[in-house]
């Protein structure tokens, strides 16, 4: 039987209420609240001591990406399977992956299923950012999905406007997102329309310059609400979609686009996605990973997926 550790991010839109408890569910589990990155990998520290071979993580993605960054300095080349007890303002992994649910309730779901070893398990590999030119404290930044351009800009609108009127999770962003294109899409002087100054190379392949309306790069098969936005060639685990500024025929590329099936004309038009097991990335802008704002290296980012962690529900 698995050796459950739990780390429980209090600050999550959850952890403020009832709904996180975890009462005599947890009680003799090594157990964690970080306050901070230190905080964090000192206490996946002393859980990988422990013996811990089953991390239940209660919070939103964020957390999941600050706990995928700090495994590989705790744990090595043996990193404990996940389960995602999902508790933030974004959920895309529970949504993604399968999530055991929050508080109590969920840590007795999954303490039972693994007494009986009837948990789901899915192998995924994990999206490592590193940024080429900076001191990385911790190392790359991992998680599972990156977003630049017109993702930033969604980001920020989510932020400002939405969640402050008590819109969250998946429908957040998607309302963020589709107001982006929207709004550029009509408005043919719109500003992000003009796009933001890029490099991209996929696996070493001469870099394509010029402006990106959007970037996205993720190791899933699927995005919030079933999108779908990734198709083309290619090896490796790192789907990527990467449309040029300004954006052509756009309302009809995202229906297309958005199922995966793209329209014949849609290459010509600045529309490109495929498979990579690097992506390049020359820029200067910043970027978003798992709901988080970050600055690139002075080279740029570098994506790739060299490792791979067990998502597990009950």
């Given at each position: 039987m698995e050796r459950?550790?739990?780390?429980?991010?209090?600050?999550?839109?959850?952890?403020?209420?009832?709904?996180?408890?975890?009462?005599?569910?947890?009680?003799?589990?090594?157990?964690?609240e970080p306050a901070s990155r230190d905080a964090l990998r000192d206490a996946l520290r002393g859980f990988a001591a422990r013996g811990v071979d089953l991390l239940a993580v209660q919070g939103g993605d964020g957390t999941?990406?600050?706990?995928?960054?700090?495994?590989?300095?705790?744990?090595?080349?043996?990193?404990?399977?996940?389960?995602?007890?999902?508790?933030g303002r974004t959920n895309l992994a529970a949504k993604v992956l399968g999530g055991a649910g929050t508080g109590e309730a969920a840590l007795a779901r999954l303490s039972d299923a693994a007494g009986r070893g009837a948990l789901r398990r899915r192998i995924v590999p994990v999206l490592e950012v590193s940024r080429p030119g900076t001191e990385q404290d911790g190392g790359p930044l991992r998680g599972l999905l990156f977003g630049a351009a017109a993702f930033a800009e969604g980001k920020r609108i989510a932020d400002e406007r939405l969640h402050g009127r008590g819109i969250r999770a998946g429908p957040a962003v998607a309302l963020a997102l589709a107001s982006v294109a929207l709004r550029a899409g009509l408005d043919r002087r719109h500003p992000l329309r003009a796009g933001v100054p890029m490099a991209v190379a996929p696996d070493g392949r001469p870099p394509r310059d010029g402006r990106r309306f959007l970037l996205l790069a993720t190791t899933l098969d699927r995005l919030m609400l079933g999108l779908r936005p990734f198709w083309g060639d290619g090896r490796g685990a790192v789907r990527w979609l990467d449309v040029e500024?300004?954006?052509?025929?756009?309302?009809?590329?995202?229906?297309?686009?958005?199922?995966?099936?793209?329209?014949?004309?849609?290459?010509?038009?600045?529309?490109?996605?495929?498979?990579?097991?690097?992506?390049?990335?020359a820029m200067d802008r910043p970027f978003v990973l798992d709901g988080e704002v970050?600055?690139?290296?002075?080279?740029?980012?570098?994506l790739s997926a060299p490792d791979r962690v067990a998502f597990v529900s009950p």
């Open positions: 459950i550790g739990i780390i429980h991010n209090p600050l999550s839109r959850a952890g403020r209420d009832n709904r996180a408890r975890f009462g005599a569910a947890a009680a003799g589990l090594p157990f964690a999941l990406r600050e706990v995928l960054t700090a495994l590989p300095a705790a744990f090595g080349a043996a990193p404990p399977a996940i389960a995602v007890l999902a508790a500024a300004p954006p052509r025929r756009l309302a009809a590329a995202l229906w297309a686009g958005g199922r995966g099936r793209p329209a014949p004309w849609m290459a010509a038009a600045g529309y490109r996605s495929g498979r990579a097991e690097r992506l390049e990335v970050f600055e690139p290296g002075p080279g740029g980012v570098l």
